[in-house]
């Protein structure tokens, strides 16, 4: 990192010296929340500040005495992987008195504390903007009970608030994902796996109950992710005559050997009249109409429970020290304001712009403008609803365009949970589009072998939570056999490929793209999905696989650092997948709290490895009991795993013993997670789309003929949104040789992970959020629940 830059020098531009940052939980709980209270209490410490915990949300603010603490490096240890939140959380009554929060303005002021770090919902966050606009107010009245010096007036003038949104719901209007919301999705998707095989074994119809309040967002992506039969939320009630559709659509999946039927129902479900529409009303419906055996599961506060996802540890993460940047730089004249994600870029916006948007959503819904409430919940809510529509309910044969299109989608490269959800999606929604859509199987090495076959919208019911590729997969490249795949594109009239993979994917498609000069075939529209777990793909900051491969290293680091619970200190030393990138390695690191990461991309030598070892012996002689060291596979040929476990165990003598783990295939297993199957669904989709457009745009003279660059891209996420990139000048990006991009976004979160683990680093603040409206905080092409 440049330190000529002096804006990338924290410390130098803001310092938290002589600065007092409280930080509460407040309202329900929710999963992440120990990873935001971590990363708060680590960075205020880091940037010289006085922390405080303020125990059970405002009621502890009020009560205060023991429920306000100093915090210490060491109070928030082996708490990033706890659920819930170990400060504890309550609905105060007395907080929204004034005389509640007069006592509680009476406890901060004699603890000198002036920065509020709030984590939870609407309600808590807009109890604490109203403290902050009574606050001189409240400091003159202790002045006349003489419970305070008038000079305290001056000296704690202003309260700052900062917000971080902790809600399993996904309620808040502005922000991409709560914290929670994503791992409440995992416990939705794990209980709707597992009925799944129950009810398929007995052909039983199961109606699930989630929560949400007044929300649809848990329903509608659960529903997505496991391609549930029919959803019902309360931002879009059913039209009348939705209990003889739903129950004719049952029957149909039924009718073609599907021996299950899954209706999600959020908990604040309604009809047209704003009556409920309740589990028990559904079951009896479809017991009566279709004498299906039917059964009701209510998952209840399942959902708020269990292991943060490495997701909402990562968001949690990097809102905590986003909240303490926005507490530094903040005046008395800055309103209150929100930390947030919007695609993959921290954002801050005004708080009560935030709550006004969500107070609105509820009010068109009460005044049955629900069309308006589903476009205030946000764009990606939209995005969400049109997709599950266009993929759960195919049309009538009369009712399809009809394109006389053929197009072949195909996985290549290595296999990465979520390929079978990105080729359902393109499946179903190339046929809603009139094309008749061809499987290829095993990658370019099927294709040229005529591994090639017409897949129908039932073909791939069922595909969305199967981890691998269904269709097959192969790092065969196509450049040896451009003949014979012509041939093959030539005898099944392929009008255009939607190819799904990784870095064999894009190296495939600058083959066909020069291909073209020689063979017509492939001047066609050709466009790429990035699906590996890498994530080392060149135009894009996500690929499809990623998260579930983050997951599953997040999960066994966890239980790798419990099997020494209880025992001596212990250091373990795991080797993480990924090629020549450090994206595994690092953000899995920052997910289970690693004290250090090894990378290709950063380079080291055998002086930083000794100062890793003594920096940990360090922190083991104080009251750390396991230490945590993540290597990527590739990211030195001469300081391999072993190496680094030797050098450990030799220099930890007497302090620490060391253990390693090779986690290996283990990573690229395994069901795929919520936002796996989402992503891969929701971007398969818009490629899908893409094709359409682009062959209508060069279907000339009876024939589709293609051949600018434009016509062969890669859709990848870049920052806030999807976009269509031509492969040919993403070139220009790419590390050929190592087989990644020359530039890459998660590495700026490295120093955020060397700061919460107590190392001394420069941070770089020139990307950290900037204070925007709420209303101009989504780009037309945004995609927002693909945020990272």
């Known amino acids: 990192m440049a330190q000529s830059d002096t804006k990338k020098i924290f410390f130098e531009n803001l310092s938290g010296a002589g600065k007092a940052i409280a930080v509460l939980t407040s309202g329900g709980d929710a999963q992440g929340m120990n990873a935001a209270v971590r990363a708060v209490v680590r960075m205020g410490l880091y940037v010289g500040a006085k922390v405080y915990f303020i125990r059970e949300g405002y009621q502890g603010m009020v009560d205060g005495g023991e429920n306000i603490t100093e915090a210490k490096w060491e109070s928030v240890s082996s708490m990033l992987q706890v659920g819930g939140t170990v400060i504890g959380s309550a609905r105060c009554k007395d907080f929204r008195t004034h005389e509640g929060r007069l006592k509680a303005a009476l406890n901060l002021v004699k603890l000198g504390i002036t920065n509020l770090c709030v984590i939870g919902g609407d309600g808590s966050l807009t109890g604490a903007n109203l403290f902050r606009e009574e606050w001189s107010g409240l400091l003159a009245e202790l002045v006349e009970q003489g419970s305070i010096e008038q000079q305290s007036v001056q000296t704690y003038s202003a309260l700052h608030i900062v ?126 109409c279709l004498g299906f055996d039917t059964r009701v599961t209510i998952l209840g506060h399942v959902q708020r429970g269990g292991t943060p996802s490495a997701f909402d540890r990562i968001l949690a993460s990097r809102m905590g020290v986003e909240a303490v940047l926005a507490l530094l730089e903040t005046t008395a004249n800055t309103p209150a304001c929100v930390v947030s994600l919007c695609g993959n870029q921290s954002v801050r916006l005004p708080l009560m712009e935030c709550v006004q948007m969500t107070q609105e959503v509820q009010k068109a819904m009460d005044e049955k403008k629900f069309e308006e409430a589903v476009k205030l919940r946000g764009r990606s809510f939209e995005n969400n609803l049109k997709t599950y529509k266009l993929l759960a309910h195919r049309k009538p044969e009369s009712e399809l365009p009809t394109s006389n299109f053929n197009v072949a989608v195909l996985n290549v490269g290595a296999p990465a949970a979520g390929m079978n959800a990105a080729v359902r999606s393109a499946v179903r929604v190339g046929i809603s589009e009139g094309h008749k859509m061809f499987a290829v199987n095993d990658g370019f090495e099927g294709f040229y072998k005529g591994q090639i076959k017409e897949i129908k919208w039932s073909d791939v019911g069922g595909w969305t939570g199967q981890g691998g590729s269904l269709l097959g997969t192969k790092r065969t490249l196509p450049a040896k056999h451009v003949g014979k795949i012509a041939e093959q594109m030539r005898t099944h009239n392929i009008n255009a490929l939607l190819v799904i993979g990784g870095f064999e994917a894009f190296l495939s498609l600058l083959e066909l793209l020069t291909a073209r000069g020689k063979y017509e075939e492939f001047c066609v529209p050709m466009v790429m999905v990035p699906a590996t777990v890498s994530n080392n793909i060149p135009g894009s900051d996500l690929s499809i696989g990623a998260d579930t491969a983050l997951n599953a290293i997040t999960t066994t680091c966890d239980r790798i650092k419990q099997s020494a619970s209880g025992t001596k200190r212990r250091v373990f030393i795991i080797e993480t997948m990924g090629g020549y990138c450090g994206y595994l390695a690092t953000v899995a690191g920052l997910a289970a709290g690693a004290d250090a990461a090894y990378i290709y991309e950063e380079p080291f030598d055998i002086r930083d490895l000794q100062a890793n070892v003594e920096h940990l012996t360090e922190k083991m002689k104080t009251s750390i009991q396991r230490g945590l060291v993540l290597r990527n596979e590739n990211s030195n040929d001469n300081y391999t795993t072993d190496f680094i476990y030797q050098l450990y165990s030799e220099e930890g003598k007497g302090v620490f013993d060391c253990r390693k783990n090779v986690l290996g295939h283990m990573q690229q297993g395994g069901a795929p997670s919520p936002f796996d199957r989402n992503f891969g669904t929701k971007i398969s989709a818009k490629a899908m789309h893409w094709v359409t457009k682009k062959l209508v745009e060069t279907f000339r003279q009876g024939r589709v003929f293609a051949n600018t660059e434009d016509s062969c891209c890669l859709l990848g996420m870049r920052r806030r949104a999807l976009i269509f990139q031509p492969v040919v000048q993403l070139k220009g990006e790419t590390d050929f040789v190592h087989r990644i991009p020359k530039e890459q976004w998660w590495l700026k979160l490295r120093p955020l992970m060397k700061i919460l683990a107590k190392y001394k680093t420069s941070y770089d603040v020139s990307d950290s959020g900037q204070l925007e409206h709420v209303v101009h905080n989504q780009p037309k092409d945004s995609d927002a629940s693909v945020a990272m």
């Open 163 to 288: 917000g971080m949104v902790g809600s399993i719901d996904n309620d808040f209007c502005g922000t991409d994902m709560t914290i929670g919301t994503d791992s409440a999705l995992h416990r939705i998707i794990e209980v709707v796996d597992a009925i799944m095989t129950t009810a398929q074994s007995h052909q039983r119809t199961f109606v699930l109950e989630v929560m949400g309040r007044h929300c649809g967002y848990l329903a509608l992506v659960s529903a997505l992710a496991c391609g549930a039969d029919w959803v019902l939320i309360p931002e879009m009630p059913p039209e009348d005559g939705w209990e003889e559709k739903m129950c004719q659509k049952l029957s149909a999946n039924r009718a073609v050997m599907k021996r299950l039927n899954i209706i999600i129902v959020a908990e604040g479900a309604i009809d047209h009249n704003n009556k409920p529409i309740t589990t028990d009303c559904i079951k009896d419906l479809v017991v009566k």
